[in-house]
Structure formats: structure tokens, C-alpha cells
């Protein structure tokens, strides 16, 4: 018997949807389907997009893999809307990292 491994990684919708978009419609389970139609209606931004943010997130601004995507995903336009997204997470932004991230968001938006 062999074994498989999996790998668990954080992926935004963005990158989700090119995912599920390479399954044929025919083939796609109704799950699937209304999957690709939330990603659709709610993804911010295209997938290599979102893949080069959520990178540039957590290289230059030591968010998590998750952070950077939950961000991607949202894309706040101000520093309170980022702060309310933050607020939840176990450590502290600085007002200096608030408005790095956003620049970052918004370049990309």
C-alpha cells in the first residue's frame, strides 16, 4: 500500500477559481458549480494577481500565509476597514505595517 501525502495550502478565491474553472462544466458537481458562481461574483482580482499580493503581503509586511489571503480577499480601502479584518487576529499591526498594507492592496487593485 502506498502512501499519499497531502499538502495543505492557503490559496484566495482568486486562485480558487482558477482552479475550479479547469474543470469541465459538464463533469462539475453542483457543488462545484455554485462554487465557481460565489467565486465569480466575489474574487477581487485575477489569480496570479492575488497570488503576487498575497506573496508581497507576507514577505514585506510578516503576515501569515492566512492573513495575506483573508486581506486579498477583502481588499480593505481604509484603515478602518483593515483594522476591523485585524482586530481578531493574536498580534498587534502597527500603524506603519496598516499603511504598507494598504498600499499594497491598492497598487494592485
Known sequence: MSE???RKTI??????KRIL???DPEKAD???KRTIDYLEKF???EADTASRTKKELTEKCGLTDSEAAELVNIMPK???????FTSGWKKLLTTETVEKILKILHAKS
Open 11 to 16: 490559496i484566495t478565491l482568486a486562485e480558487a
Open 30 to 32: 453542483q457543488i462545484q
Open 43 to 45: 474574487s477581487k482580482s
Open 78 to 84: 481604509t484603515v478602518d476597514e483593515l483594522r476591523v
Open 4 to 6: 499519499e501525502k497531502i
Open 21 to 23: 474553472k479547469t474543470i
